[in-house]
């Protein structure tokens, strides 16, 4: 027999969950409300344009749009060989013991302010890089700069999920291959890794989604200047672009409502990257779950 | 390849999985010894009890008022949104437990664009609007970490409670008394990493040279003036910059490592 008697808790906490879903569905609003200004004067051209002149009221999102993706990707790319590495030392070569420590040692970095970063970025690597590096001759603020800053940032998110991914692996796989005469790198690389990359894929992916939206250490390092430019040189991220210049453009309308059109653009950018990613990496943990 | 090299290569592979670790932890310490040694330089009494431009005082205070006020937005909505999820499954709950997930990687600029569009825009609550901001940022995480400590309640404690005929929400009750250590846990990561969030509150609470005077005027805070100071063409300014850089590193610090230790969490991404 069903209990008929009603349950106030569901009703309660069902409520509270549409108070959730209200907060999300007001960033998309509050985003499309914000860029009608530029969406009706410019349209679709606004993300054709190569040309971000504020002054003269021209406003294209290439090269913020540019300077977002080269960024991202210098980080990707230095990131995630360093990650990897990270992942399969903490997963299978540190001392078992003082693993935990050394793997706090890498999440710490993530929990380091962007802007502190950032000032470092400016007081303390700019100059080493300038001092180091003979293609950086026009000054230490550029895109390059940008991609370095963002790789130390995104370095733990990729390796600490690839380490998950990699611990969620049967030891049994290793242990197989060893049995053959595998050396331990030929077992972690042939058939360690193969069995993991689907969460490590989605951690890669999420590091991604994170160097995309970052902001405050990019507008400190990057000069701000947005620009189709080669990477020595001074650029600017759609997020940079916002946090920059937004003092300046808040008495402006149609200035104020360009950079929040970028901001819905970065947003629908993040939404399907970090979709991507989380889709992998819960395949990753329910896998785990399972084996 | 014979044997003599594939040990030599596994030899060295090896060891440059530990150079890879060893690369991506100089920074942390790096950046945290940049910190300390300029930050101790204006790092006195009267930094931490003046305003501005003398100290930081208001910043510290500010900093916590905003925390404050975003706990009372984020916690209620995230913990009982968070209780529906993990104890009403069904396609509903995981859908929403997934776009909590994915709205956890929404770029902290963005949140600011929204708090100012729909508190300062509209009332120029400008110290609210810096709490609604760091909320957005907050919400899916402490519905997640709320999610999986439920989740990670045993189900016997649920049976032995409805077996004693206790109603639904007594044994959730129950079970989020068992959770709660956990669910703290997850509130104070993403109350560490809010604090230092600097972007959202460039549109929203920005900057405050006076006294607190309420959430509808600026308020001031760490992170901000970590942003203002830092930039000025004035060495006094910028010294005092890093102090409040390392009274805000220390509080983060302090929180993630002491979470760790005590409870061997891991940080959430």
């Known amino acids: 027999m069903r209990s008929r008697r009603i349950d106030p808790l569901r009703t309660i906490s069902l409520a509270f969950v549409f108070v959730s879903l209200i907060f999300m569905a007001t960033i998309i609003w509050a985003l499309v409300d914000g860029s009608l200004p530029t969406l009706k004067e410019y349209g679709i051209s606004f993300f054709a344009g190569d040309k971000w002149r504020p002054s003269r009221g021209i406003f294209g999102a290439l090269p913020a749009i540019y300077g977002t993706l080269t960024t991202s990707a210098i980080a990707i790319a230095i990131a995630v060989?360093?990650?990897?590495?990270?992942?399969?030392?903490?997963?299978?070569?540190?001392?078992?013991?003082?693993?935990?420590?050394?793997?706090?040692?890498?999440?710490?970095?993530?929990?380091?302010?962007?802007?502190?970063?950032?000032?470092?970025?400016?007081?303390?690597?700019?100059?080493?890089?300038?001092?180091?590096?003979?293609f950086l001759?026009?000054?230490?603020?550029?895109?390059?700069?940008?991609?370095i800053v963002l790789a130390i940032m995104i370095i733990p998110i990729i390796a600490a999920i690839s380490r998950d991914s990699i611990k969620a692996v049967p030891k049994s796989q290793k242990e197989g291959m060893l049995a053959l005469g595998a050396t331990d790198w030929e077992a972690i690389t042939r058939s360690v890794l193969p069995y993991a990359r689907s969460g490590i894929f989605g951690g890669v992916i999420l590091g991604f989604g994170r160097a995309i939206g970052e902001t405050m250490a990019?507008?400190?390092?990057?000069?701000?200047?947005?620009?189709?430019?080669?990477?020595?040189?001074?650029?600017?991220?759609?997020a940079s672009?916002?946090?920059?210049?937004?003092?300046?453009?808040?008495?402006?309308?149609?200035?104020?409502?360009?950079?929040?059109?970028?901001?819905?653009?970065?947003?629908l950018i993040t939404l399907f990257v970090n979709v991507v990613a989380r889709l992998l990496i819960r395949r990753m943990e329910k896998g785990a779950a399972r084996g | 390849m014979n044997l003599r090299t594939r040990r030599a290569k596994d030899k060295v592979m090896k060891s440059l999985t530990l150079v890879a670790f060893l690369v991506a932890i100089v920074p942390l310490f790096y950046v945290i010894?940049?910190?300390?040694?300029?930050?101790?330089?204006?790092?006195?009494?009267?930094?931490?009890?003046?305003?501005?431009?003398?100290?930081?005082?208001?910043?510290?205070?500010?900093?916590?008022?905003?925390?404050?006020?975003t706990w009372l937005i984020a916690l209620p909505v995230g913990i009982m949104s968070g209780v529906y999820i993990a104890e009403y499954r069904g396609?509903?709950?995981?859908?929403?437990?997934?776009?909590?997930?994915?709205?956890?990687?929404?770029?902290?600029?963005?949140?600011?664009?929204?708090?100012?569009?729909?508190?300062?825009?509209?009332?120029?609550?400008f110290g609210l609007a810096g709490s609604v901001a760091l909320s957005i940022l907050m919400l899916p995480v402490v519905i997640r970490s709320t999610e999986e400590a439920l989740k990670s309640v045993p189900n016997s404690l649920r049976e032995a409670s409805t077996a004693l005929g206790a109603p639904k929400w007594r044994t959730t009750a129950i079970a989020l008394n068992t959770a709660k250590g956990s669910i703290a846990t997850g509130v104070l990561l993403s109350s560490a990493r809010v604090m230092g969030e600097t972007a959202p509150l460039i549109m929203t609470a920005g900057y405050s040279q006076w006294e607190f005077m309420g959430m509808d005027c600026r308020v001031n805070s760490l992170a901000y003036v970590v942003y203002e100071?830092?930039?000025?063409?004035?060495?006094?300014?910028?010294?005092?910059?890093?102090?409040?850089?390392?009274?805000?590193?220390?509080?983060?610090?302090?929180?993630?490592?002491?979470?760790?230790?005590?409870?061997?969490?891991?940080?959430?991404?």
């Open chain 2, 33 to 69: 010894g940049t910190v300390i040694s300029k930050g101790l330089v204006a790092l006195n009494w009267q930094a931490l009890g003046e305003l501005p431009p003398l100290g930081f005082r208001n910043a510290i205070i500010g900093t916590f008022i905003i925390l404050a006020v």
């Open chain 1, 81 to 134: 060989p360093i990650s990897l590495g990270i992942a399969i030392f903490l997963a299978h070569l540190s001392p078992p013991k003082i693993g935990a420590i050394l793997s706090l040692f890498v999440e710490l970095i993530a929990a380091i302010p962007s802007i502190i970063i950032g000032f470092w970025g400016m007081f303390v690597l700019i100059p080493l890089l300038v001092s180091f590096c003979p």
């Open chain 1, 218 to 238: 990019i507008t400190l390092v990057i000069g701000n200047t947005p620009g189709i430019v080669p990477l020595n040189e001074p650029g600017a991220t759609m």
């Open chain 1, 137 to 147: 001759e026009k000054g230490g603020y550029t895109i390059l700069t940008a991609g």
């Open chain 2, 91 to 125: 396609i509903f709950a995981r859908a929403m437990s997934f776009l909590a997930d994915v709205m956890s990687g929404v770029p902290s600029i963005i949140a600011g664009i929204v708090s100012y569009v729909v508190v300062v825009a509209t009332t120029r609550a």
């Open chain 1, 241 to 267: 672009l916002i946090a920059g210049n937004w003092g300046e453009a808040v008495s402006t309308p149609l200035y104020k409502s360009a950079l929040m059109e970028l901001g819905l653009a970065l947003f």
């Open chain 2, 229 to 269: 100071f830092l930039r000025y063409p004035d060495k006094e300014r910028i010294a005092l910059g890093w102090s409040a850089a390392l009274i805000l590193i220390i509080i983060i610090l302090a929180i993630n490592i002491g979470v760790r230790i005590l409870t061997r969490r891991k940080y959430e991404y």
